[in-house]
C-alpha cells in the first residue's frame, strides 16, 4: 500500500476513535468540538463579578481563585517559530457535525492555571515553600485568609480553597441561603422550619417515629382511656357502652339508662331502674310472670300459703284471699245445704219472704272495663204457665249494675260502670216466678258476693 494512502487510513481513525469519545467534561472544563477535547472554561471572563472588593479573578485550570492586587504578574510566553504545517481539511465523521475539520495546530507551551509570582518566590500562588525546600499547599481555611462569610464554610483544596454552605443551607448568588424543607415535604404530617434545620411533629393520636418525619398511629386502648369499651381509630379512639348506658359528654365514661323514664308500660304494676337494665315488681299477692313484666295472682288457696282454719272455706281473688265461715241461716230460713238456705212455705214467717236464698261468690278486677257480662243466673225449674222476672233486689246503690233478660228463663249481670276497689259488693239478686193459672207468685235470691281487687291485674 502506498505511504499516503496509508497516511489517510491513520488519520481516518484516529478521526474514529476521537468521535467516539464520551462528549461530557467535568466541572470547570467544557468540550470543544473542533479539537474534540475538553477545554478550561474561563470563569473570570464568563461569571458576572465573580471576585469582590479588591481582589483580583485569576483563572485556574478547572477553576478560579480571588487574589489581591498587584501580588503577581502573568506570565507572557513567546511565539512558537516552530513551522507550521499545511492545513488540510477532512471530513467531520462525528455525529451531529457537518463542518469540515482541520487538523489542530502545532502545540505551543500551554500557560498555567495559576499566576506566577516574582521571581524571588518559587512556589505559584496558593502554595508555600516547606522547610524541606518543597512547595506545599496553604490552608486558607486554617490560617484565616480565605474570603467566605462566616455563614459560609471553607473547603481547602489544591493552591486554593472552595467556599461551601453548611447543611440546611444552600449557596445562591454567593449567599447562603436556609433551606424551607417544611415545603418539599421532609415531614409526614406537622413541619416547623428553622434555621438551617427543620422539626418534624405529629398530630395528636400520633407519635413520632424514630426518623424522626414519619408518624405512627397510637393505640389509646392500651392505656384504658374508657370506662366500658374502647375501639382504636387511625388517630384517635372510640368509647362504647354496654347495654343499658350511654355514653357521656365527655366521651369515655358511661352513664347508666333509666329505662323506666321511658315509657310506663314496661311493667304492668311498678319498674324498678337497675344499673344497665331495669326490673319489674308486683304487689303482694302476685308474682312477676315468666315474661319479666306482667304480674300474676297468687293462689294462696292452692299453694297453702293462707291463715283459714280447718272449718272455714278458702276463697282466692286477684292479689289475695279471703277466708269464709261456715254457712249460717238466719231464722226462720233453714240450711238446706249447698250455700243455700230455705225458708218452708208452711212457716207463717216465711210469707213474703224469698223461697231460697243461694250464696255464690265471685272476683272482679278494679277498673274492669264496660259494659261486661260478669254473671249469669236462670231458673232451673219450669212451671206450666209460669214466666219470670230477674232484678237487683239490692246492693245496687251506685248503679253499677243492671240486669239484661236473655231469655224467658234467664237473665245476665252487667257491669255497666267501673269499679275501683279493694272493696266488697254485696248483691242481692232475684229471680220472681209469677204462675197466674194457679194465682202463685214466689221469689229466690242469689246473693252474689263480688271481691273487687285493688289493683285492675
Avoid at 127 to 149: A, K
Avoid at 220 to 245: A, D, K, L, W
Avoid at 303 to 323: D, E, I, L, S
Wanted: with cysteine; net charge negative; proline share 7%.
Amino acid at each position: 500500500m502506498p505511504y499516503e494512502r496509508m497516511l489517510t487510513a491513520l488519520i481516518f481513525a484516529l478521526c474514529c476513535i476521537q468521535s467516539c469519545k464520551s462528549q461530557t467534561c467535568t466541572d470547570g472544563f467544557t468540550y470543544d468540538r473542533r479539537s474534540r477535547q475538553c477545554i478550561d472554561v474561563d470563569e473570570c471572563r464568563t461569571l458576572p463579578d465573580p471576585c469582590r472588593g479588591d481582589m483580583r479573578c485569576v483563572n485556574q485550570n478547572g477553576g478560579y481563585l480571588c487574589l489581591p492586587r498587584g501580588l503577581y504578574s502573568q506570565p507572557t510566553y513567546p511565539r512558537s517559530n516552530s513551522p507550521s504545517y499545511a492545513e488540510q481539511s477532512y471530513p467531520d465523521s462525528s455525529v451531529g457535525f457537518s463542518e469540515p475539520y482541520a487538523p489542530p495546530p502545532p502545540q505551543r507551551p500551554v500557560a498555567p492555571s495559576y499566576p506566577i509570582v516574582s521571581r524571588s518566590v518559587p512556589c505559584v500562588l496558593g502554595y508555600t515553600l516547606g522547610e524541606d525546600g518543597t512547595c506545599v499547599d496553604i490552608d486558607e481555611c486554617e490560617t484565616g485568609s480565605h474570603q467566605c462569610t462566616p455563614i459560609q464554610v471553607c473547603i481547602n483544596t489544591a493552591g486554593g480553597y472552595t467556599c461551601s454552605c453548611n447543611e440546611g443551607y444552600w449557596l445562591v448568588g454567593g449567599q447562603c441561603q436556609d433551606i424551607d424543607e417544611c415545603r418539599y415535604g421532609y415531614c409526614q404530617q406537622l413541619c416547623a422550619n428553622m434555621a438551617g434545620s427543620y422539626s418534624c411533629s405529629c398530630n395528636p393520636g400520633f407519635l413520632l417515629n424514630d426518623d424522626g418525619r414519619t408518624c405512627q398511629d397510637v393505640n389509646e386502648c392500651e392505656t384504658e382511656p374508657c370506662t366500658h369499651g374502647c375501639f382504636n381509630t387511625y388517630g384517635s379512639f372510640m368509647c362504647n357502652c354496654g347495654e343499658g348506658f350511654e355514653l357521656a359528654a365527655d366521651g369515655t365514661t358511661c352513664n347508666d339508662l333509666d329505662e323506666c323514664s321511658f315509657s310506663d308500660f314496661l311493667c304492668q304494676y311498678s319498674c324498678v331502674n337497675t344499673p344497665g337494665s331495669f326490673s319489674c315488681v308486683c304487689p303482694p299477692g302476685y308474682y312477676v310472670f315468666e315474661d319479666g313484666r306482667s304480674c300474676e295472682d297468687v293462689n294462696e288457696c292452692d299453694t297453702g300459703n293462707n291463715t283459714c282454719t280447718t272449718a272455714q272455706v278458702c276463697f282466692n281473688f286477684q292479689g289475695g284471699y279471703t277466708c269464709l265461715d261456715p254457712l249460717t241461716c238466719d231464722p226462720p230460713y233453714i240450711e238446706l245445704g249447698d250455700n243455700q238456705c230455705m225458708c218452708s212455705a208452711e212457716n207463717p214467717a216465711c210469707r213474703d219472704k224469698p223461697f231460697t236464698v243461694l250464696y255464690r261468690h265471685m272476683d272482679l278486677s278494679s277498673g274492669r272495663a264496660v259494659p261486661a257480662d260478669i254473671f249469669q243466673m236462670q231458673a232451673t225449674t219450669r212451671y206450666p204457665g209460669a214466666f219470670y222476672i230477674f232484678q237487683i233486689k239490692s246492693g245496687n246503690e251506685g248503679r253499677e249494675f243492671y240486669m239484661r233478660q236473655t231469655s224467658n228463663v234467664s237473665a245476665t249481670l252487667v257491669l255497666s260502670r267501673p269499679i275501683r276497689g279493694p272493696k266488697t259488693v254485696i248483691l242481692d239478686l232475684e229471680m220472681v216466678t209469677v204462675n197466674n193459672v194457679i194465682n202463685f207468685r214466689g221469689s229466690s235470691i242469689i246473693r252474689l258476693i263480688i271481691f273487687v281487687s285493688e289493683h285492675p291485674f
